[in-house]
DNA sequence: GCTATATCGCTGCCTAGGCAATGATTGCCC
DNA sequence: GGGCAATCATTGCCTAGGCAGCGATATAGC
């Protein structure tokens, strides 16, 4: 295949990375502008909705499917369990894992927010048709899958938890809200 | 138009936002390790993009090109500038400003890089044809353009420096290298 | 059974970047 | 021509998140 970019004609305009990087810098702010109330932050959201998409999980997979630093997540996690939103169960078959569960209380608060999430999207989608969106995503996807593939192969696991359904229990012993809590 | 998404298939996989936050997450730092050797920040990398394309510009300018911090801005370009790579100059015309502009030696360092970028990105979108990547693009665009205009209108005014050529002179008395520097 | 290696979740540390406030300017508008 | 509001670059402050290192556990090789 001929290649697209040249070094002569390589300009910001038709640079893909230019684009993500400025409509995620223009998006993120707009998304948590949607959960201020609730003051979810788009990250939170996200755990949320890939809670609530694939079921229960581990963190470390949760970590790779929203391609975010599993150190960070813990403290994601932590947040969101002390709200209620998620759960937290040391698996028995595997003691280094934790089960991950959105509560109904979480599930409550998805739903609750999508609808604005939705409408947001289709707000600001307004002028493209469904083909275009369609094909965005289509795009979108396989450049995701693409830059995915370029990582030194972190092999996406099969999902442990996906067949089994049985876990272990509560472990929820008083967590630190935030960091730098040192009394 | 009837909108796209609805509530009740709303999922990660045809999320516009998941798909943008994704990719960002994976690609930035994979453009990053092109720069280790430079050691150039992907912002620092897509100030001297954006010098190079535009030409002279102020840092207010820079900032809403690339959609970035001004604060931040400033002590990137107090690193650019210690680096050689860049020039501040208060402008006599309106003394609030400060032109920058790339160095030979700046526009050397964007030139030595540009071929890995492209060569980059040629062999992501290595299964791309030319035909889908402009449509990439051109979604990408379209979608900026929308975000962009969806924020309480800070409105792009015409570039001060596009016409005229003229301006002040040299203005870098010893700029602290970084934040925290309080002797 | 025993050691080497990998993965899990978690923590401390550090930096980039968002936010708000500042002082210096400019232009608007009456 | 005199305020008033907007814009500029800059700064300090604070937080999210990347990174490296940890102990616990699991797995593979022998």
Not at 62 to 91: K, M
Not at 110 to 129: K, S, Y
Request: glycine share 8%.
């Amino acid at each position: 295949m001929r290649p697209f970019y040249r070094a002569t004609h390589y300009g910001m305009k038709n640079s893909v990375g230019y684009l993500i990087r400025r409509s995620s810098n223009l998006l993120m702010p707009q998304m948590e502008a949607l959960f201020a109330d609730e003051s979810l932050t788009f990250s939170q959201w996200t755990v949320l909705m890939a809670l609530r998409e694939w079921g229960q999980s581990t963190a470390a997979d949760v970590a790779r499917n929203i391609c975010h630093d599993a150190g960070s997540l813990t403290r994601i996690l932590d947040e969101l369990e002390e709200r209620g939103l998620v759960t937290r169960a040391r698996s028995e078959t595997d003691r280094r894992v934790v089960a991950l569960t959105l509560t109904t209380r979480g599930l409550g608060t998805v739903e609750t927010l999508l609808p604005r999430v939705v409408e947001f999207w289709n707000g600001l989608l307004g002028d493209f048709t469904h083909l275009e969106i369609k094909l965005l995503v289509k795009l979108l996807s396989r450049l995701v899958d693409a830059a995915d593939g370029r990582r030194a192969e972190p092999r996406r696991r099969r999902g442990f938890l996906s067949h089994r359904h049985e876990n272990g229990h509560e472990i929820g012993h008083g967590r630190r809200h935030r960091r730098g809590h040192h009394p």
